[in-house]
């Protein structure tokens, strides 16, 4: 790797941070305006915060994600031409990252609560930032899907580079877009 190709992916780097902590406060934010099913209110109107975002796991979270992303440029330099990764290598490598990282606090009183509105935050918020790398809609999905991804990936072993598999068959097979650019090259 050259030093132009390493500052290229330096400066490519520092962009993806600053996506990264955008889109996980702002994913953030609207989990505030979900609505409590309890109290038929949204969760920010409780009298009590019912979630907080821990901000340095969540910075030690991107920092992991750019580690393992100079990683893979070095690992795949003399195999793979142009210094490319697949978008959905990369979302695999954020969404599990996010995923496995305990970035979202749960307050007690939600965390025995029995409709469990937001149990799951943490890993949503990171599956949705994975789809939204790969310029998809998590929203788009089945509900079945959404239901089997999150399973597999709560209950079962998975790690960056399956997850990377799945994202590029979602992103391949599933949706085709019109403007399918590479934020990483």
Request: aromatic letters at 10%; hydrophobic letters at 35%.
């Amino acid at each position: 790797m050259t030093g132009n190709d390493s500052q290229k992916i330096e400066a490519s780097l520092l962009r993806l941070e600053d996506s990264l902590l955008k889109q996980y406060h702002g994913y953030g934010y609207k989990a505030q305006k979900k609505e409590c099913l309890i109290n038929k209110c949204p969760i920010s109107s409780l009298h009590f915060d019912p979630f907080n975002i821990n901000v340095s796991v969540l910075n030690e979270a991107i920092a992991q994600i750019k580690m393992d992303i100079r990683f893979v440029f070095l690992r795949r330099e003399d195999l793979i031409g142009n210094l490319r990764i697949s978008e959905g290598k990369v979302a695999g490598i954020i969404t599990y990252r996010f995923a496995r990282s305990h970035i979202i606090n749960i307050c007690r009183t939600c965390n025995s609560c029995v409709k469990k509105c937001i149990a799951q935050l943490n890993l949503i918020i990171a599956i949705r930032i994975g789809f939204d790398y790969i310029h998809k809609k998590y929203d788009d999905l089945s509900e079945e899907i959404r239901q089997e991804l999150s399973y597999t990936m709560k209950y079962r072993h998975v790690n960056q580079e399956m997850l990377g598999l799945v994202f590029d068959t979602f992103n391949n097979e599933f949706f085709h877009t019109k403007n399918n650019t590479r934020k990483i090259s």
